[in-house]
């Protein structure tokens, strides 16, 4: 017997929407004038159709989030679906063999910006929760969360919990590409800035001079070591892999000015955690090597902290989990494979300020975002939509609170 929910899944209407969504470009380009806000617009505008009453909330001029609370008519727990309407940039367009905002349809396939990362997710969230409410009453009730900037800042999703939406929310499934995994850890970042302060002079009188660039290549071979030293210790996650500490920007002198050694130099680095590391004793590691390199080279090192999210780290037996677990399997008739998120996403937020467990899981191949000719197979849309709803109901009429 066909279950009430899939009967009532959109099947043409969440591709159409997907394609709608893919169509609208959403690089948050302030240069070219461009923002999430035509993709908030579709989200509302079709949250309305259903005769939901949609909030819509103005983050950042011209960056909407979009969020909708459908009760379900009897007590029990609140589910949280999350998506985020911005994409990255497409590049250069000569990378793409097709038009990167075009939605074609090529061989069972949506092509373009943000088809699996992640405006099919969007898609398949809203209309699997319109599936729920159109099989009947159901205990509890569904947040459903279109945010802004998770490929920046993360400032959707802290601007929704700042305004106290995630108070109540028991658990989260949040709609990344994952390529039918089910991920319950991801890492953890932290972006640091680092000032090498050396002392400016004449090229051809570098003794006259402190040069930061040397304390900024030394540092450089300090972190790589410090990285092996990580991975001999802690080895590899199953899930995630190593730890990385990663350079990735390095700033120091002027292009025009070849015979001038620089005052200053800038360091940024990307470094990627698994659960196993403490982001605290981190820093002071890395600390302590800066001012061991800097006191060596004879400059002054000042970090900054720019950015630093915690790995996530749900139980697989989680009722969340179980309840994606057992939706998938029985849509799509195999057992899916619990994985990882190589990087982060709003999850990550929802959990350390908002106490919100979650998982990620969603349409699309997980390595396809970001990159050109990005895709999403439309089989895949409409099944994601199913599990989402049936796991959903499966969240919602489990009895026991969750831990």
């Not at 893919?22 to 908030?40: I, K, L």
């Not at 459908?70 to 007590?75: A, C, F, L, T, Y």
């Not at 920046?152 to 990344?176: Q, T, Y």
């Not at 001079?209 to 972190?223: E, H, K, T």
Request: hydrophobic share 40%; charged share 20%; aromatic share 4%.
């Amino acid at each position: 017997m066909i279950p009430a929910t899939d009967q009532h899944v959109d099947e043409v209407g969440v591709v159409e929407f997907t394609r709608d969504l893919v169509r609208t470009p959403t690089v948050f380009d302030p240069e070219r004038g461009m923002s999430e806000a035509p993709a908030a617009c579709l989200v509302a505008t079709k949250m309305r159709s259903f005769g939901w009453e949609p909030v819509v909330e103005e983050v950042e001029p011209g960056r909407p989030n979009v969020i909708a609370v459908i009760e379900g008519g009897h007590p029990g727990r609140r589910l949280l679906f999350e998506g985020h309407t911005d994409v990255v940039t497409e590049g250069s367009r000569d990378e793409w063999t097709v038009d990167p905002f075009g939605a074609e349809v090529i061989d069972g396939r949506i092509y373009g910006r943000g088809s699996a990362d992640m405006k099919s997710g969007v898609a398949a969230m809203i209309l699997a929760v319109r599936a729920v409410e159109l099989s009947g009453p159901f205990p509890g009730s569904i947040v459903v969360a279109a945010l802004v900037d998770e490929e920046g800042g993360m400032v959707g999703v802290k601007d929704f919990l700042s305004r106290g939406h995630g108070s109540g929310i028991d658990a989260a499934i949040v709609c990344e590409p994952e390529e039918n995994e089910i991920c319950c850890v991801a890492k953890g970042a932290i972006r640091l800035g680092i000032t090498v302060s050396g002392r400016m002079a004449h090229g051809a009188m570098p003794h006259m001079g402190v040069n930061p660039n040397l304390a900024v290549a030394a540092l450089i071979d300090g972190l790589t070591s410090l990285e092996e030293q990580i991975r001999g210790q802690y080895g590899s996650n199953p899930h995630l892999g190593h730890t990385h500490i990663t350079p990735t920007v390095v700033e120091g002198g002027d292009r025009q000015q070849h015979n001038v050694i620089p005052g200053r130099s800038w360091l940024g680095i990307d470094i990627r955690t698994t659960p196993e590391i403490d982001h605290a004793t981190l820093l002071r590691e890395i600390e302590s090597l800066a001012i061991e390199t800097g006191t060596l080279h004879e400059t002054g090192m000042d970090i900054e902290v720019i950015e630093e999210r915690p790995p996530v780290d749900i139980d697989e037996s989680h009722p969340i989990a179980t309840a994606v677990h057992d939706a998938h399997l029985a849509v799509e008739g195999t057992a899916p494979v619990f994985g990882g998120v190589p990087g982060t996403t709003d999850g990550t937020i929802l959990l350390r300020d908002g106490g919100i467990p979650n998982v990620v899981y969603g349409p699309g191949p997980k390595w396809i975002a970001h990159q050109p000719d990005e895709y999403v197979e439309v089989s895949d849309i409409v099944n994601k939509t199913k599990v989402y709803a049936r796991a959903a109901l499966n969240f919602l009429n489990e009895t026991e609170s969750a831990p």
